[in-house]
């Protein structure tokens, strides 16, 4: 069997619909579209939300609070996460995304203190918790806020 001879079972394709080819069709004429009103004109469709002159739920749900433009995103590492670094190597953002826990290189880098390390890192980053920092001092590592 050659890519050319495939082809879909029977049923599985649908003709399209043929609209506005007479009676005989059965699409003729207003080709489906009903009788007058918005949705028959050309280029007259209802833009989404609208719910016809009522005040719409969009706007009529109370709003609250407020978003921050210009809130930075972190990319959150766990020190259970720095076990597949060797022992004494720099851990910078590079690193940490040849290794693949960085979804986005743009983001700044945090440290968080969940799992445990047998052995020293020097950590290149731009945030660390107060108990991620302890466990990475405890066994002789370092940590560099840049």
């Known amino acids: 069997m050659k890519l050319h001879e ?14 506005g080819r007479g009676p005989g069709s059965g699409h003729g004429k207003t080709s489906g579209r009903g009788t007058k009103g918005q949705k ?10 609208y719910e016809g002159g009522q005040m719409p739920l969009q706007r ?9 433009i210009f809130k930075k995103q972190f990319a959150i590492i766990n020190i259970r996460d720095l076990g597949r670094f060797q022992k004494g190597s720099v851990v910078d953002k590079a690193a940490l995304a040849a290794a693949g826990l960085l979804k986005r290189e743009s983001d700044a880098v945090k440290l968080l203190g969940q799992g445990t390390i047998d052995y020293p890192l020097v950590l290149k980053i ?5 108990a991620a920092r302890d466990k990475v001092e405890a066994v002789g590592g370092r940590v560099e806020i840049i």
């Open 6 to 19: 495939l082809s879909p079972p029977r049923g599985a394709r649908k003709a399209v619909k043929r609209l």
């Open 40 to 49: 028959a004109r050309s280029g007259g469709n209802i833009r989404p939300g």
């Open 60 to 68: 009529r749900l109370p709003k609250r609070g407020f978003t921050n």
């Open 126 to 130: 731009n945030r660390c918790s107060g």
